[in-house]
T-cell receptor, first 116, second 114 residues
Framework: AQSVTQLDSHVSVSEGTPVLLRCNYS??????LFWYVQHPNKGLQLLLK??????LVKGINGFEAEFKKSETSFHLTKPSAHMSDAAEYFC??????????????FGKGTHLIIQP | DGGITQSPKYLFRKEGQNVTLSCEQN?????MYWYRQDPGQGLRLIYY???????QKGDIAEGYSVSREKKESFPLTVTSAQKNPTAFYLC?????????????FGPGTRLLVL
């Protein structure tokens, strides 16, 4: 079975400083991994996804994530935070090994706060 | 503009009442999904459909019903049997249901009980 753990429910950083949102996964197979962002009262927008190509994945808005199989991690980073990055971020794993009827398992989310 | 639309943005339900949430997509996607989101939780799958006239229960289907009569439409009915319907409901679609398929989300409908 697959699972995903977002290690921090809240992360607070100052504008202009780096962002790190941590995600660990468990999967019986080679997984696909996604990061989505959700602004208040909005739907989810795909930031980036990993599907067994390059382990460093670049996404939109300057975000990137690195797939580390040995550490079963897929942490999301950005070099310099912007006020518009304040939102909820979800890490998602997909391997169709039984996690959810559609094969997706969502983390519980990390709320990113940007201090001016 | 291609995308997914959900209506209404806010919906109020009275006790014992059934309500229907609309979801339409013009992306020509085969698969569509309904999720429920509660504060501090991830998304939980209610129903999904891989093709017209077919749908499958998700993890929390009790108290909900769906139909898929057209490729572009996947309405969700919250029945009176759903005792705790207050939540944010998200519709999504994807080209197919293979591993690695990206799901694209609508803007959501917030359901409140009067």
């Amino acid at each position: 079975a697959q699972s995903v753990t977002q290690l921090d429910s809240h992360v607070s950083v100052s504008e202009g400083t780096p962002v790190l949102l941590r995600c660990n996964y468990s999967s019986s197979y080679s997984p696909s991994l996604f990061w989505y962002v959700q602004h208040p009262n909005k739907g989810l927008q795909l930031l980036l996804k990993y599907t067994s190509a390059a382990t460093l994945v670049k996404g939109i808005n300057g975000f990137e994530a690195e797939f580390k199989k040995s550490e079963t991690s897929f942490h999301l980073t950005k070099p310099s935070a912007h006020m518009s990055d304040a939102a909820e971020y979800f890490c998602v794993v997909s391997d169709f090994s039984g996690g959810g009827a559609d094969g997706l398992t969502f983390g519980k989310g990390t709320h990113l706060i940007i201090q001016p | 503009d291609g995308g997914i639309t959900q209506s209404p943005k806010y919906l109020f339900r009275k006790e014992g009442q059934n309500v229907t949430l609309s979801c339409e997509q013009n992306l020509n996607h085969d698969a569509m999904y309904w999720y429920r989101q509660d504060p501090g939780q991830g998304l939980r799958l209610i129903y999904y459909s891989q093709i017209v006239n077919d749908f499958q229960k998700g993890d929390i289907a009790e108290g909900y019903s769906v139909s898929r009569e057209k490729k572009e439409s996947f309405p969700l009915t919250v029945t009176s049997a759903q005792k705790n319907p207050t939540a944010f409901y998200l519709c999504a679609s994807s080209p197919g249901t293979g591993r690695g398929e990206t799901q694209y989300f609508g803007p959501g409908t917030r359901l409140l009980v009067l």
